[in-house]
Nanobody, 121 residues
Framework: QVQLVESGGGLVQAGGSLRLSCAASGRTFSSYAMGWFRQAPGKERDLVAANSWSGSSTYYADSVKGRFTISRDNAKNTVYLQMNSLKPEDTAVYYC??????????????WGQGTQVTVSS
């Protein structure tokens, strides 16, 4: 069992940066792949970035490649999403999730409560 709590969301101007954090509780954090998803109003929940349990394998959606970076610190049970050059279309609720390395929500059984990111133009 893994409990996840996100933080770091907020309001930022276009071109700015934010770093999201996801703190996990549970001794098995290091055995899970971690993903960051986002969901805008009226849209599906889409994978933004994912990181394997060892950190050796990563995935980025095309829309964020070169701007977002996922990283994890297994010693601190924390995964991060550094978001640079933010655009208004990045506005969404961002969720972290733990599970198997995959691109769909169903591969991640554990979810945080979400944190709002709003990018103003």
């Amino acid at each position: 069992q893994v409990q996840l709590v996100e933080s770091g969301g907020g309001l930022v101007q276009a071109g700015g940066s934010l770093r999201l954090s996801c703190a996990a509780s549970g001794r098995t954090f290091s055995s899970y792949a971690m993903g960051w998803f986002r969901q805008a109003p009226g849209k599906e929940r889409d994978l933004v970035a994912a990181n394997s349990w060892s950190g050796s394998s990563t995935y980025y959606a095309d829309s964020v490649k070169g701007r977002f970076t996922i990283s994890r610190d297994n010693a601190k049970n924390t995964v991060y999403l550094q978001m640079n050059s933010l655009k208004p279309e990045d506005t969404a609720v961002y969720y972290c999730a733990a599970g198997a390395m995959g691109t769909t929500p169903r591969t991640y059984p554990y979810w945080g409560q979400g944190t709002q990111v709003t990018v103003s133009s």
